[in-house]
């Protein structure tokens, strides 16, 4: 009954130092997603991949990295962290990247560089 | 341009009470699906609702109810008979057909409803 596993679930970075947000899903779904929250900004699309083995920018792509690394797993890496990427990440799964799909989210990592 | 406004940022009612949340949208597209999902205070967010651009019938289930309006862009979702467990923040989102690749939802802002019993 797990869904979309975020861990961790809190993080405090200092500028430059970096960190991996691991995320897992046990839906089989094929299309994994990473968004950031941001107060009075909505949800925004970072990375997403379409299927194993692709992946591909989304709205504010700029800081980060990502790797599919199997049908289950789609990590987020912030190479050199900034106080810009304070914010609340969110990795989703859907079944596939069609338009009127579904997403299933995960609780949410609080990210926070000082 | 901002696709998906929900001008409401905080909403409080007493419990019982009937509230309506507002969505406008904007999109050149005339295929597109909307969406409402809710945040519960644990932080995830959850699917309530889809619609495609094809389809206005009004759609209830339960205590909820949406009201799509294509004359004037909106998607507005009602709670019938307010509980505390609807304390939450809740995303309208728009998916256009014509994004390119995957699923980008467009989200609001986010309504912030709180009921007080």
């Known amino acids: 009954n797990a869904g979309v596993t975020q861990t961790p679930k809190f993080q405090v970075l200092k500028t430059g130092q970096s960190m991996t947000l691991q995320c897992a899903q046990d839906m089989n779904h094929n299309s994994m997603y990473w968004y950031r929250q941001d107060p009075g900004m909505g949800l925004r699309l970072i990375y997403y991949s379409a299927s194993e083995g692709t992946t591909d920018k989304g709205e504010v792509p700029n800081g980060y990295n990502v790797s599919r690394l199997n049908k289950r797993e789609f990590s987020l890496r912030l190479e050199s962290a900034a106080p810009s990427q304070t914010s609340v990440y969110f990795c989703?799964?859907?079944?596939?990247?069609?338009?009127?799909?579904?997403?299933?989210f995960g609780s949410g990592t609080q990210l926070s560089v000082l | 341009a901002q696709k998906v406004t929900q001008a409401q940022t905080e909403i409080s009612v007493v419990e019982k009470e009937d509230v309506t949340l507002d969505c406008v949208y904007e999109?050149?597209?005339?295929?597109?699906?909307l969406f409402w999902y809710k945040q519960p205070p644990s932080g995830e967010l959850v699917f309530l609702i889809r619609r495609n651009s094809f389809d206005e019938q009004n759609e209830i289930s339960g205590r909820y109810s949406w009201n799509f309006q294509k004359s004037t862009s909106s998607f507005n979702f009602t709670i019938t008979a307010s509980q505390v467990v609807d304390s939450a923040v809740y995303f309208c989102?728009?998916?256009?057909?014509?994004?390119?690749?995957?699923?980008?939802?467009?989200f609001g802002t986010g309504t912030r409803l709180t009921v007080i019993p």
């Open positions: 989102a728009l998916s256009e057909s014509s994004s390119r690749g995957a699923n980008n939802l467009f």
């Open positions: 989703a799964s859907s079944e596939r990247t069609e338009v009127n799909e579904k997403l299933f």
């Open positions: 999109t050149r597209d005339t295929t597109y699906y």
